[in-house]
């Protein structure tokens, strides 16, 4: 069994995730395929080494042990992987891929050039909508996306990253806390239908009785950094604010500067994950693991 890692893997993640679901996820196989792997090694070993219980799984005392002997595996596995990745000093360029908010306003240069440091290469990052950066993944044009979609795909694996949160922001003061009469009163800057964001928006608007149809929509634009833009430079009338509903990322800079303006809507709370995906032929490539583990880590 020792020649076969992948089962002893898969005994590792089930065991760290605490969920045969979870583990399936992590590493991209279906869960039949995490339970006949864990059936092979309490076969080969002839005991349990996992119990299934109400709130999650529980390891058994042989369970415990081997866990200690995996874990040691693994480490020294990593260890010969970086080990050979600087005998054969491989010279290439890392190619990332972030939707717009993500790149634009989360993943700082400095992050990219540690991250350059971190695998000896250079780090290449393309930004696009999420549903371009799978594409691109499946035709191997790029490594490892970074996505405010869950663009789900069979050939790929989704790690959950970041908890973003969407915020209404105003070109002028409004209140902290917005009563949903109020949205009427605000002159809008809306996303296009096709916009994730706008899903996300109109799943929260529709549980709260609000008609956006309704809303004085002055434009309707593309993308988080034509949002931005508008926002800043659409005229300042205090009993008309111009609005827009956004990334708390994307306007932390103003917000601390003063130019902009963020407020909530009472008792809702629009938040969405963003997500590391890869493909799942890159499952054990080193180059991808040390990226992927780096922005796992809260490096960015």
């Not at 891929?97 to 440091?117: K, R």
């Not at 409004?174 to 916009?195: F, H, N, Q, V």
């Not at 009472?266 to 991808?288: C, D, L, P, Q, W």
């Amino acid at each position: 069994m020792l020649k076969d890692f992948v089962k002893l893997e898969t005994f590792l993640t089930v065991a760290r995730e605490r969920s045969f679901s979870k583990a399936s996820a992590k590493l991209g196989i279906s869960q039949p395929a995490v339970t006949q792997q864990i059936k092979f090694i309490e076969n080969y070993l002839a005991c349990k080494v996992i119990e299934r219980k109400k709130n999650g799984i529980k390891l058994t005392p042989e369970g415990e042990e081997l866990y200690k002997i995996a874990s040691r595996l693994e480490k020294e596995i990593h260890g010969s992987e970086r080990d050979i990745l600087k005998i054969i000093n491989k010279e290439m360029t890392f190619r990332l891929g972030a939707s717009y908010t993500i790149g634009t306003y989360v993943i700082p240069g400095e992050c990219l050039n540690a991250m350059s440091e971190a695998i000896s290469n250079d780090v290449n990052l393309s930004i696009d909508v999420s549903d371009v950066i799978v594409t691109k993944l499946k035709e191997r044009k790029l490594d490892v996306g970074l996505i405010e979609s869950p663009v789900m795909d069979n050939d790929l694996i989704y790690r959950e990253w970041l908890e973003d949160e969407l915020v209404v922001a105003s070109n002028v003061p409004i209140p902290k806390i917005l009563k949903t009469e109020e949205l009427y009163d605000y002159r809008w800057i809306c996303r296009e239908e096709a916009s994730h964001t706008r899903k996300v928006v109109s799943e929260v608007f529709e549980e709260l009785g609000v008609s956006c149809s309704s809303f004085n929509v002055i434009s309707e634009v593309s993308n988080t950094t034509t949002v931005l833009q508008t926002l800043k430079k659409s005229k300042k009338v205090e009993d008309k604010p111009v609005v827009s509903i956004i990334s708390k990322h994307a306007i932390a800079d103003e917000v601390a500067a003063g130019e902009l303006f963020e407020s909530r809507l009472r008792g809702y709370m629009m938040t969405r994950k963003f997500y590391i995906v890869y493909s799942k032929e890159n499952k054990h490539n080193a180059y991808v693991d040390n990226v992927v583990d780096y922005i796992l880590a809260g490096q960015c």
